[in-house]
């Protein structure tokens, strides 16, 4: 994956750009803050980085800033609101409409044996619908094969908010090597926990401990507040391993 070109809103990005990025004029899949200008002009809609997955043949623009827009296939933290006859009503973000959770959405569930969600329950999830004229859907099951695939409700822990940007890079199969994060990774080496990532910017973490579980959020949020390289996370973390 290549990164670290910075563009702005309303630039045309050039044939030698993109080429140079993506090593090769196939097709490319256009994601988040860009869009394509007939015939065949891409321009930024936001400023940031720009991003290319080769593998995937994706490319967009990340950035810390701006609101969350669901996007089928997504993984998010979701927290149900409230429950009517077919699904639940979840909260993704403040400024999104609840997204739709249906009561059968989970891992071996029948209309007798579906989960009691309350207000405030947070599921982990996946968008399967997403448009503007339309309230989005989440699943916490493979509709493929069934299987929950680490989605469903967590207990215990704690939330924590982070960037879109940032979320985007923890979410990424090689952390350190496409992401610039080490910090999750160091601390995983000394220390046991849990988390799950949410493309809507939170992510929720437990341990054995909250004082080790608050400490391994608010180094994510310092992380991604401060924009902190691999050298200063490795220190950051030695600093949080003390504490803990």
């Known amino acids: 994956m290549a990164t670290g070109i910075l563009v702005l809103p309303g630039e045309e990005l050039s044939n030698d750009v993109l080429f140079a990025e993506t090593k090769s004029s196939s097709p490319l899949k256009l994601g988040p803050g860009l869009r394509h200008v007939p015939p065949s002009a891409i321009t930024p809609t936001i400023a940031g980085f720009l991003f290319v997955d080769h593998k995937k043949r994706a490319i967009w623009v990340e950035s810390n800033s701006g609101r969350y827009i669901p996007q089928i296939n997504d993984v998010v933290l979701a927290t149900v609101h409230h429950s009517s006859t077919d699904c639940f009503h979840c909260a993704l973000t403040p400024q999104t409409t609840f997204a739709q959770l249906p009561h059968l959405a ?139």
């Open 106 to 244: 989970f891992e071996g569930v029948s209309k007798k044996t579906r989960p009691q969600l309350l207000h405030g329950s947070l599921v982990y999830a996946k968008v399967t619908s997403a448009s503007k004229h339309m309230d989005p859907k989440i699943t916490c099951c493979n509709p493929s094969t069934g299987k929950s695939d680490g989605m469903g409700e967590l207990k215990a822990g704690m939330v924590f908010d982070i960037s879109l940007g940032m979320a985007r890079r923890l979410l990424l199969a090689k952390q350190k090597e496409d992401g610039r994060i080490a910090v999750l990774e160091e601390i995983a080496e000394k220390v046991p926990f849990e988390i799950a990532i949410g493309r809507n910017g939170k992510i929720w973490v437990n341990s054995a401990e909250i004082k080790r579980t608050l400490s391994i959020g608010k180094a994510v949020q310092e992380t991604d507040e401060q924009s902190l390289d691999i050298d200063e996370q490795k220190k950051l973390v030695r600093r949080v391993l003390k504490g803990i």
